[in-house]
């Protein structure tokens, strides 16, 4: 079987049934639409509303802009393929959504780090709060995750780019992942795949850690509260955040943290889509459902008279 640097794939993962594609493309196309629609729409909200102009809008803005931007790194590609059932890609083009990927997957990790280094701020030294968070410190923090982003993912792609793969292969999946990359690789990929176990827990492990001992705090310091209104006050500005990072990081395990022999599967499938395309879907929608403020500036942007139900 021949080698070459730059071989052309076929990326097979959903795209095999005929008798299915019509119904996962409609699927997709409107998971799409309403990842786009909804990450937009919180965009416009927060920058539109000066009440919205604090540290923790601002993080969220971020991260729904990377969530926009994630989900048009693999879906459009995943809706041609089912479209067209040819699923070809190019070497170069497999290693530039490569790459996008894993910036954009990088930061969604980081950016839910710093909100919760933000909620610590707030709720365990509130006195301090103004001077920790200013919009300059929160904005050179920004600057720096996407630095530190941009730079994992180059260096995973210029390592990537040296290896040998075998031509004219299936991809087991729906977009241009490492893992199944280094599967169809001529070259020895044990370097390679050190070098991902290390970035891996830098900006896996890592921020996971971070957010653990942020709540850790978080709790001990709420349990000190004496009123029970405190406490839930309190809570009330972390339930949205804690869970987009539950649903962050167990469709992020259940993708990656399993044998290479169910890589395959169509349970792997499943949890990539909803890694890359259910849970920055309902990122927006978790943290708008319940706040006041995100609700009542949606409502001004969109033009809707009448009360809504805040209850």
């Known amino acids: 079987m021949n080698c070459s640097r730059t071989p052309d794939f076929v990326l097979a993962g959903l795209s095999r049934g005929p008798g299915n594609r019509p119904v996962l493309f409609g699927v997709f196309l409107v998971l799409y639409l ?3 629609l909804g990450n937009a729409l919180l965009l416009l909200a927060i920058g539109a509303d000066v009440r919205l102009h604090t ?26 393929d089912l479209w067209t059932s040819h699923g070809s890609i190019s070497f170069s083009g497999c290693l530039s959504q490569l790459y996008f990927f894993a910036v954009f997957a990088d930061m969604d990790s980081l950016l839910l780090t710093a909100m919760a280094i933000d909620r610590y701020a707030s709720i365990c030294h509130p ?15 920004v ?30 999946h729906f977009f241009c992942d490492l893992g199944p990359l280094f599967r169809l690789s001529c070259s020895d990929t044990h370097p390679n795949e050190i070098l991902m176990m290390l970035l891996t827990g830098l900006l896996g492990i890592g921020p996971l850690l971070c957010i653990i001992s942020s709540y850790t705090h978080i709790f001990q310091a709420v349990a000190r509260v004496p009123s029970a209104q405190g406490k839930k006050k309190a809570l009330a500005t972390c339930s949205s955040h804690l869970s987009m990072v539950i649903l962050f ?4 395990f259940a993708t990656y943290l399993k044998p290479p022999s169910t890589s395959r599967s169509v349970g792997a499938l499943a949890a990539a889509v909803m890694y890359t395309l259910v849970t920055p879907t309902l990122n927006p929608f978790i943290y708008s459902l319940r706040n006041k403020d995100v609700k009542s500036s949606l409502k001004r942007v969109l033009g809707i008279e009448g009360s809504w139900d805040y209850d």
């Not at 540290?55 to 041609?80: I, R």
């Not at 630095?147 to 792609?157: D, E, M, N, T, Y």
């Not at 990081?249 to 992020?252: D, K, L, N, P, Q």
């Open 34 to 36: 309403v990842s786009l």
């Open 55 to 80: 540290p923790m809008y601002f993080f969220l803005s971020q991260l729904s802009l990377v969530d926009l931007c994630f989900t048009s790194t693999t879906a459009p590609k995943m809706l041609e």
């Open 127 to 141: 006195l301090h709060y103004p001077l920790l968070m200013t919009p300059c410190r929160c904005g050179l923090l």
């Open 143 to 172: 600057g720096g995750l996407w630095g530190v982003a941009h730079f994992v993912s180059l260096v995973h792609i210029l390592f990537l780019s040296q290896l040998y793969f075998y031509t004219n292969q299936e991809i087991p």
């Open 249 to 252: 990081y167990s469709t992020v």
